[in-house]
């Protein structure tokens, strides 16, 4: 009988434990996939920190260095120049990336850091308990904002667009994975987050929406739905810089 699906040797046996409608899992497969298509999990080093985020290292066949919260893409840097041959890459939540890791994430890209970070964004910090993280929209109800979130707490943050303007920044985009084309795109970013690496171009970003259906107090499907409703109209997507040979205008 032809095979017409099967696990990735990308990811390990073990069964992931994240909650129903959570988006993780999709993205985990998606790098597992890569990391076997592009015949480079030998050659891999993950880092994972705190949060939702951090159980990544119980899935991925990589080697995967845990890092304390916001640290990932300081710890992912020390890994790439003490081992120039290996492909590193961080594997974050919105909360850890763009809060308490935001110095990390924007120095990495300004000194050009020949690493990639993946940054999953749910819009809300989920593993801790549900509180308002710096990509929480406007009027959103969390455990930090009982009454939506406004102007005086600040605007959400939307990092992928002010990564794109740092000029270490070779390969900057931002996806979803809320339907079956949005995966195939959020794929293709992938894949091309870590060539640029492989290529030695500069700091690579893939920023991808995500659900956490759990603090959001919502079903499955209807966080998929809040996904396109309401986060989509909000962050740029698409590939927000590329390198400079395919027209990305690099300075």
């Known amino acids: 009988m032809k095979t017409v699906f099967a696990k990735t040797a990308g990811l390990t046996d073990r069964v992931t434990h994240y909650c129903p409608g959570c988006t993780h899992g999709i993205i985990h497969r998606l790098i597992g996939e890569i990391l076997e298509e592009m015949?480079?999990?030998?050659k891999t080093v993950g880092v994972a920190p705190v949060g939702c985020a951090g159980f990544c290292e119980n899935y991925f066949a990589?080697?995967?260095i845990g890092?304390?919260?916001g640290?990932?893409?300081?710890v992912a840097t020390g890994a790439k120049r003490a081992h120039p041959d290996r492909v590193v890459f961080t594997y974050q939540g919105d909360g850890d990336g763009a809060s308490i890791g935001l110095a990390e994430t924007v120095s990495a890209a300004a000194r050009g850091e020949k690493l990639t970070s993946i940054f999953v964004n749910n819009a809300i910090y989920g593993m801790t308990g549900g509180q308002m993280a710096p990509t929480t929209l406007l009027g959103m109800k969390t455990a930090t904002s009982p009454y939506g979130r406004d102007e005086s707490m600040g605007y959400p943050l939307d990092l992928p667009k002010l990564l794109a303007q740092v000029r270490g920044a070779a390969y900057v985009a931002s996806v979803s994975v809320d339907n079956p084309q949005a995966v195939r795109e959020a794929k293709k970013a992938l894949k091309k987050a870590f060539q640029v690496q492989l290529d030695g171009l500069g700091y690579s970003f893939v920023s991808i929406l995500s659900t956490c259906p759990t603090n959001w107090g919502v079903t499955p499907v209807e966080a998929l739905e809040w996904v396109r409703t309401k986060m989509k109209p909000y962050f740029a997507l698409g590939e927000?810089?590329?390198p400079a040979e395919e027209g990305g205008g690099e300075e």
Do not use: F, N, S, W
Not at 39 to 42: D, F, H, P, V
Not at 71 to 74: E, G, L, Q, S
């Open 240 to 242: 927000l810089k590329v």
């Open 62 to 64: 990589c080697d995967i």
């Open 71 to 74: 640290r990932a893409v300081a």
């Open 39 to 42: 015949e480079i999990i030998g």
């Open 67 to 69: 890092a304390a919260h």
